[in-house]
């Protein structure tokens, strides 16, 4: 994909980001792996008004072409070096999360569908001010082994491969977050034990599930029609 298309594809994000109602006004930032760089939303610019040329074109030294590029590069920057496996930072405040993320709580597996995030939790990193170094180290070892967090007194990360991919993860930990704080109201809720989160997250890798359709015999019982 080449980098107009991505910059295009990025402000489109930024906008369902919005309209999901994940993030509001200014606040949040997304990221996209490209070439031997990175391309990352600029600081304080509304979604609405953004355009392609507004987007921000980062090296990993933190040299950048450009507008003033989001005030959070440190950790999409590092995140992006340090994780092979992901091409998709993206950063939002939505409100379920953010209120967890007061408290520190991190999400057990109350829900089997923390396994989305890639273990048995979804951690919340420790707080450090916005836009530091210190976000961004207590951001890394927050998403060790996973692809969400929530960020101390701040917000959510959420990793992809791709910008759907991203997306559709910070919306899922956005509804697991409202699913935690209702589910408190009725007392502390039962955990799945380790050993069957360990199978979900085993057969939600075999179906690719949140990351596309699922692969042609992934699944022994159901299959298309005809086929063997």
Same mark, same amino acid.
């Given at each position: 994909?080449?980098?107009?298309?991505?910059? !295009? !594809?990025?402000?489109?994000?930024?906008?369902?980001?919005?309209? &999901?109602?994940?993030?509001?006004?200014?606040?949040?930032?997304?990221?996209?792996?490209?070439?031997?760089?990175?391309?990352?939303?600029? &600081?304080?610019?509304?979604?609405?008004?953004?355009?392609? =040329? =507004?987007?921000?074109?980062?090296?990993? =030294?933190?040299?950048?072409?450009?507008?003033?590029?989001?005030? !959070?590069?440190?950790?999409?920057?590092?995140?992006?070096?340090?994780?092979?496996?992901?091409?998709?930072?993206?950063?939002?405040?939505?409100?379920?999360?953010?209120?967890?993320?007061?408290?520190?709580?991190?999400?057990?597996?109350?829900?089997?569908?923390?396994?989305?995030?890639?273990?048995?939790?979804?951690?919340?990193?420790?707080?450090?001010?916005?836009?530091?170094?210190?976000?961004?180290?207590?951001?890394?070892?927050?998403?060790?082994?996973?692809?969400?967090?929530?960020?101390?007194?701040?917000?959510?990360?959420?990793?992809?491969?791709?910008? +759907?991919?991203?997306?559709?993860?910070?919306?899922?930990?956005?509804?697991?977050?409202?699913?935690?704080?209702?589910?408190?109201?009725?007392? !502390?809720?039962?955990?799945?034990?380790?050993? +069957?989160?360990?199978?979900?997250?085993?057969?939600?890798?075999?179906?690719?599930?949140?990351?596309?359709?699922?692969?042609?015999?992934?699944?022994?019982?159901?299959?298309?029609?005809?086929?063997?």
């Amino acid at each position: 994909m080449n980098s107009q298309t991505l910059r !295009e !594809e990025m402000v489109s994000i930024c906008r369902r980001m919005n309209t &999901s109602d994940i993030n509001q006004g200014t606040a949040g930032n997304l990221s996209v792996r490209s070439g031997d760089g990175f391309l990352i939303t600029p &600081s304080s610019m509304p979604y609405d008004v953004m355009t392609p =040329d =507004d987007i921000v074109e980062m090296d990993f =030294d933190g040299t950048y072409v450009g507008g003033r590029p989001s005030s !959070e590069w440190r950790f999409h920057r590092d995140i992006l070096r340090a994780r092979e496996d992901i091409n998709v930072v993206l950063h939002c405040h939505s409100v379920y999360a953010t209120t967890l993320a007061c408290h520190h709580k991190t999400i057990p597996a109350f829900h089997y569908m923390t396994g989305v995030a890639g273990g048995t939790t979804i951690r919340c990193a420790r707080y450090a001010t916005f836009g530091t170094q210190a976000l961004s180290d207590a951001a890394l070892e927050a998403l060790e082994g996973r692809l969400a967090c929530l960020l101390g007194q701040h917000g959510q990360i959420s990793l992809g491969t791709s910008l +759907e991919a991203a997306l559709w993860l910070a919306i899922e930990v956005e509804t697991l977050s409202r699913m935690y704080v209702q589910a408190l109201a009725l007392g !502390e809720p039962p955990v799945l034990p380790d050993d +069957e989160m360990e199978r979900v997250i085993a057969q939600m890798k075999r179906m690719s599930y949140g990351f596309g359709p699922e692969a042609e015999g992934s699944n022994d019982v159901a299959r298309p029609r005809g086929k063997n």
